[in-house]
Nanobody, 111 residues
Framework: VQLQASGGGSVQPGESLRLSCAAS????????MAWYRQAPGEQREWVAT???????HYVDSVKGRSTISRDNTKNTIYLQMNSLKPEDTGVYYC??????WGQGTQVTVST
């Protein structure tokens, strides 16, 4: 299984980004698909999860500003992030069941 994350970039506070994570290869449907992020000098932290049943969970710091979703026809998950803050800066990784990981996409929020 290969996960390819994309959609990162450099934006100003208050702007939005939509991250994508496309899966390829042969695999069973994962139980959980998730986004993590790692800020400079920090450990990787969990951001959001969508389960195979469609249950959604978010870390408190992004709740209300971000939406995780999936398109099963494209084997792709998304993370729509609105009202971005400088503390959202980091490398964002997607994961399937914490077993498969994408390469990360950089998000930088600054003035």
């Amino acid at each position: 299984v290969q996960l390819q994350a994309s959609g990162g970039g450099s934006v100003q506070p208050g702007e939005s980004l939509r991250l994508s994570c496309a899966a390829s290869g042969v695999f069973l449907s994962p139980n959980y698909m998730a986004w993590y992020r790692q800020a400079p000098g920090e450990q990787r932290e969990w951001v959001a999860t969508i389960s195979i049943r469609g249950d959604l969970h978010y870390v408190d710091s992004v709740k209300g500003r971000s939406t995780i979703s999936r398109d099963n026809t494209k084997n792709t998950i998304y993370l729509q992030m609105n009202s971005l803050k400088p503390e959202d800066t980091g490398v964002y990784y997607c994961s399937y069941d914490e077993r498969y990981w994408g390469q990360g996409t950089q998000v930088t929020v600054s003035t």
